[in-house]
């Protein structure tokens, strides 16, 4: 009897959950292969609304996906652990030993098999080696991390409302992650004030910390601008071309000496794929740890080696700039190769080359305000956009994600859920 080929994707984020799904539906229902998706967490949310989580104005727990049973109902399956080691030779991943809380171990170092191997990790922010960070920051790179902000803020803010002291956060990072922040943690005191206490507002103070002459560098200088006018107007201070040097248990040191005072410090800057990549089996990976990969999505090392989303690094031309590490470009790349690696896999047809197709960008400022550009085709080629219609481009690239994942039917079900949960339950997360 012949053993099946099994593809292996390693990580679940948007690229990864949503190649998996795909591959579980065209090829592990039908028995072509086995197909088996391996993450360190049990649960998924979409990264881009991270920063909803870890002010609490999103139910994280209506969000979340089970990547057990979401491999149930999607023909692949779920494995949880954390890369170690991979043997190119072999064709084999090593997932370290899975550990209880408590340290014990719960499930042992093991390998696994793989025909086709696709790395879809993810980025973290990058701390540049700034002394403190590690120590003092919180980061919002992963639901735990965003958890874990928002507990801390939660007992702060109450602190704040009931000794009537101030509250000072401040944000490192003017890229979209510390920009939509900000604003959410404005929405949330606008809403908490709601529930006893009007004068919060005034006591908690947020600043934004930026290196380089502008907040959301990627952006174009329209949206920059715009989004810039509006945090300053929901109070918001803003400091451009500021080189923070390090982190401290009461602020962050400038490059000039001075200490920004702050009794949360969030570190939202610079981006870093795994260090686990930068030792996998000898791929080529640039100094961010990104792995390099061919147009036709794989390690530029190695043929059964596939990279996707923040973790890969792609060129699309000569002398062009490497493509971001943006959700729009890691779900494009999941779709292409969904579409390609099963022919791939049973004739040995050749994945065509990845074409990136700008759909435009947009940043949201929570309730207040959205701004971003058209893609570069249409009509409306790369024109600004703002206010109701940017929210609602905004709210719609979930949307999609969601059908993308769960099919029309389930994610209208989700939708209307959504909406019926927040008429009954409270605004933002108060336990």
């Known amino acids: 009897m012949t053993t099946p080929q099994r593809v292996l994707v390693v990580g679940g984020g948007i690229a990864g959950l949503l190649l998996a799904t795909r591959l579980g ?25 991270l920063h909803t989580i870890a002010a609490g104005t999103w139910d994280v727990h209506q969000q979340q996906v ?152 990627a952006f174009p200088e329209a949206v920059s601008a715009s989004s810039a006018g509006q945090l300053r107007r929901l109070g918001i201070e ?71 989303g923040d973790c890969a690094s792609l060129v699309p031309t000569e002398g062009a700039q490497p493509l971001p590490p943006t959700a729009q470009v890691a779900n494009q790349q999941a779709h292409h190769l969904a579409r390609h690696l099963g022919p791939w896999l049973a004739e040995g047809r050749a994945v065509p080359a990845f074409r990136f197709r700008d759909r435009g960008a947009l940043v949201s400022l929570s309730q207040y305000n959205a701004f971003g550009t058209l893609g570069k085709f249409g009509f409306f080629e790369g024109g600004f956009i703002q206010g109701r219609f940017a929210q609602m481009s905004h709210v719609l690239l979930y949307r999609q994600h969601q059908i993308g994942l769960h099919g029309v039917l389930r994610a209208a079900a989700m939708w209307a859920a959504e909406r019926l949960n927040g008429w009954v339950r409270p605004k933002i997360r108060l336990s």
């Open 25 to 49: 539906e065209q090829l592990g229902r039908s028995g072509q292969a086995e197909v088996a998706l391996i993450d360190r967490s049990a649960t998924y949310v979409w990264k881009p609304m």
């Open 238 to 308: 803003l400091h451009v071309d500021t080189r923070v040097t390090g982190a401290e248990a009461g602020g962050f040191r400038l490059g000039d000496g001075r200490l920004i005072e702050a009794d949360m410090l969030v570190w939202a800057a610079g981006v870093k794929a795994d260090d686990f990549l930068a030792t996998a089996g000898g791929l080529s990976v640039n100094r961010t740890n990104q792995v390099v990969i061919g147009p036709s999505l794989h390690s530029v090392d190695d043929p059964r080696i596939f990279a996707l």
């Open 66 to 217: 089970s990547y057990i049973e979401h491999a149930r109902r999607h023909g692949f399956s779920y494995q949880p652990g954390v890369p170690c080691g991979l043997d190119r030779q072999a064709r084999e991943l090593t997932l370290a030993p899975l550990l209880m809380p408590e340290g014990e171990v719960l499930l042992e170092q093991r390998s696994l098999r793989y025909d086709a191997l696709v790395l879809a990790i993810g980025s973290r922010a990058n701390d540049f080696g700034t002394p403190g960070v590690a120590e003092h920051c919180h980061f919002i790179d992963s639901q735990a991390q965003a958890e874990a902000f928002n507990a801390q803020l939660r007992g702060r803010v109450l602190r704040s409302v009931v000794h009537r002291e101030p509250l000072r956060i401040a944000i490192v990072g003017g890229g979209a992650t510390g920009v939509e922040l900000c604003a959410e943690l404005r929405n949330l005191l606008d809403i908490a004030a709601g529930y006893g206490d009007p004068t919060v507002r005034e006591r908690v103070h947020v600043t934004l910390l930026e290196s380089g002459p502008r907040i959301l560098p």
